[in-house]
């Protein structure tokens, strides 16, 4: 499994990330943990609003199943989501969402914690307030965001002092816009259009590790492109591809975002044990320059 420098801190990480929103629907869900760890992944994401909180739950029941020790994953767990009614950062709801994602989790501190969408009536010096009083308490180390735009991350870093290390972002085959408007910059065609403010290009400036959720869906949860007939072009150069690096279309979609060199993590969110094995193993492959542009073309972008 290939590891990679958590942002600009010193912590190093697997390149793949278990994405536990399905864990409430998972068969075995002991046998997923177990796989993931046992092919590298230490690397485990939450939010306090997957399964309406039933997922950590789940988690830490099976964790507890396991001869795992809770020194050796990495868990990261998210906040800021009241389904359905609103945002929210203020410090009353971010310690009372890590208080109760600890509570499911039955562990006494999470390695990271995410603000999980941007709240438009967010006061950062509550943010901040929030952030020193749960890493003073030891309850969370490392701090970052997720869909968040550089303008955004700006705001809060004028008022937190802990780093911001990650920032979570849909990315893959069929969502690469971060990427398409660094292609067609000086141009008016629709790839030119920033919808993020240049964030892949911040990230790398400011060392923030960007982890790409979703990475197998296209448009707006609409399905997985992989094996799906609407993209006849795509999924003939995955097949074609896959069996040159001796792996999977899925696992081929994986090592596309973890070819580039601004150290992408993907979150995989599969609770499919032999699916985690591909994209596990697909961590050390490395494309050529050559067979990553013809999966960029091939899924429906132009070169200018």
Known sequence: ????????????????????????????????????????????????????????????????????????????????????VMFDFSKKHIIESVEGSLQRLKMDYVDALLLHRPDTLVDPSEVAEAFDELEKSGKVRHFGVSNQKPMQIDLLKKYVKQPLLANQLQFGLKHSGMIDQGIHVNMTDD??????????????????????WSPYQYGFFEGVFIGNEKFPELNQALDNLAEKYGTTPTGLAAAWILRHPANVQVIA????????????????IQLT??????LYRAAGNILP
Not at 289 to 294: C, I, K, L, Q, V
């Open 289 to 294: 320059r050559e067979d990553w542009y013809e």
């Open 191 to 212: 790839g030119s259009v920033d919808h993020d403010g240049s964030v892949l290009d911040y990230s790398r400036l400011n060392d923030m590790t960007i982890q790409a």
């Open 1 to 84: 499994m290939k590891q990679i420098q958590l942002g600009a801190s010193s912590q190093m990480v697997s390149s793949v990330i278990l994405g536990c929103m399905r864990i409430n629907g998972a068969k075995d869900p002991v046998k997923v943990i177990e796989t993931a760890y046992d092919n590298g992944i230490n690397f485990f994401d939450h939010a306090d609003i997957y399964g309406g909180g039933e997922c950590e739950s789940i988690f830490a029941d099976a964790l507890a199943k396991t001869s795992l020790k809770r020194e050796d994953l990495f868990i990261q767990t998210k906040c800021g989501i009241v389904p359905g």
């Open 269 to 284: 969110g599969t609770m499919n044990p032999g699916r985690i094995e591909e994209i596990a193993k697909a961590s050390e």
